[in-house]
């Protein structure tokens, strides 16, 4: 029998029922569902509704009902509906008819809230250990491998000289944004609900800033339509995982290019490519292209609860009960792909040769144009300069370096016989040393940096 059956005289069809439940999936939040209980039977008796040996008897019965969901022997009855009345059916049949005193002045819809906002914040903070696992991971291999060159890119074009732990940290840096959004938006969601009743409020005058503080929030949601209501936290979740998908997938195809013959920089570890069932040959970035592919339904997961609460009428509707799977298959989609991400870095290994094979001259063009910057040259100018000798190297079928120094002073007056210096890339990388540059000084300063930020998170 369901626990609202009272005004209704026939059964649900099986098909409705079907539709209707949510314990398929919302029992993932078992634990937040009894603590919330557990709390909220406390409450009622500080408020002077149930006794002090009801009180023990309810929170003791919800520890049993735990227990057995931690066992795995929780047997699930037919009319279980939702987490929360299959939580309260069986109190009943442990505890008896006391049981039917723990949802006064209770509603679903203020338990449903109080019991998503403990289990995302649970989740999120395990989530936010995975990902400074692999900033950690970015940033030891940045440390280890600071003296590797490689071609930096825009458009997919060699573009100039950059360190590889500079490249890694690029990423780093991305991910650090999403720790610290993470962090801030685990705060926001981090209010309780509980005591909001149905949706006008708790008639029996419950201690809701005490609840919030025996539950680990910070406070007690300013409203009661608000607290019912408000999904805004599963909304932040689910742009918050869509965002870091989009970084993490970014960082994915980088890899996968940089695997690929053609570039041959890296070469990830069997643990984390698969073979072709054709071609003996092959060794695939299954481990970076899933982690690509996901992005989509993360991105789904987001633009699909946009819709779903879009335009919804004041205060609970059921359509929030759609919600809870984005929120679950999101949190799942965001712990595997950071440990992967974490195992495929962590394991792949450099090319440093390879990467200094496409290193080519006419990626210090730049550095040439800055060689006259420095002789007091105009930069507009000494950039039409550089161009020019790129062209007279390339006429001449040869690189830069090439080029003889009378060539150069024909170019402009101001160049001298140190142009020969500037044929160096270990000097054009470390000249690029303002904060956040690619030379060593400031390379070493970021995973000084980033080193220190994990060492505080703890
Ligand atoms: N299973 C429901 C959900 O996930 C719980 C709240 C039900 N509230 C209601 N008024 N029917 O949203």
């Known amino acids: 029998m369901s626990l609202w059956g009272g005004r209704f005289s026939e059964k649900n069809d099986p098909l409705m029922h079907q539709f209707n439940q949510s314990l398929g999936f919302d029992r993932r939040m078992w634990k937040a569902d009894i603590q919330g209980s557990q709390v909220y039977a406390q409450a009622l008796h500080r408020a002077g509704i149930l006794t002090s040996e009801e009180q023990t008897q309810l929170v003791n019965g919800l520890e049993a009902v735990g227990k057995e969901w931690a066992a795995g022997t929780f047997a699930i009855q037919e009319g279980d509906e939702d987490i929360h009345t299959a939580n309260e059916r069986r109190l009943g049949e442990l505890v008896g008819p006391v049981a039917g005193k723990l949802h006064t002045g209770r509603s679903r819809n203020d338990q449903v809230a109080t019991d998503m906002r403990i289990w995302l914040r649970d989740e999120a903070n395990a989530l936010l250990g995975l990902l400074k696992a692999l900033i950690a991971v970015a940033t030891e291999r940045a440390e280890k491998e600071i003296d590797i060159l490689m071609p930096g890119y825009t458009h997919l074009q060699r573009a100039q000289p950059i360190r590889w732990s500079h490249f890694l940290l690029s990423h780093a840096w991305s991910w650090h944004a999403d720790a610290e959004r993470l962090e801030q938006l685990i705060h926001r969601m981090n209010a309780l609900p509980l005591g909001s009743g149905a949706l006008a409020g708790n008639p029996f005058n419950v201690d809701r800033e005490w609840m919030a503080q025996q539950l680990g929030f910070h406070s007690a949601t300013p409203n009661s339509l608000y607290g019912v209501s408000d999904r805004d936290f599963v909304a932040e979740f689910l742009f918050w995982a869509s965002l870091t998908m989009v970084h993490l997938s970014r960082w994915a195809e980088d890899l996968i290019v940089y695997c690929s013959a053609e570039f041959g920089f890296v070469v990830l570890a069997d643990a984390y490519s698969t073979g072709s069932s054709l071609m003996p040959q092959k060794k695939n970035p299954d481990s970076l292209e899933l982690i690509r592919g996901k992005a989509g339904r993360v991105f789904g997961g987001m633009t699909g609860f946009m819709m779903t609460v879009k335009g919804l009428p004041s205060t609970y509707n059921k359509d929030l009960q759609e919600d809870k799977e984005p929120m679950f298959a999101t949190l799942d989609t965001l712990s595997a792909c950071l440990q992967i991400a974490a195992g495929t870095l962590s394991t792949l290994k450099t090319k440093p040769e390879k990467m200094k094979a496409s290193l080519s001259i006419d990626m210090l063009a730049t550095d040439v144009a800055e060689y006259l910057v420095r002789k007091g040259v105009p930069f507009r100018e000494t950039h039409h300069i550089a161009g020019r000798a790129v062209r007279l190297a390339e006429d001449r079928g040869v690189d830069m370096s090439?080029?003889?120094?009378?060539?150069?002073?024909?170019?402009?007056?101001?160049?001298?016989?140190?142009?020969?210096?500037?044929?160096?890339?270990?000097?054009?990388?470390?000249?690029?040393?303002?904060?956040?540059?690619?030379s060593r000084v400031t390379v070493l300063e970021q995973i000084e940096s980033l080193k220190e930020w994990l060492g505080k998170q703890g």
């Open 402 to 438: 090439a080029l003889g120094v009378a060539d150069f002073k024909q170019l402009h007056p101001a160049f001298a016989e140190d142009v020969t210096d500037i044929w160096d890339y270990e000097v054009s990388v470390n000249r690029r040393s303002a904060k956040g540059g690619t």
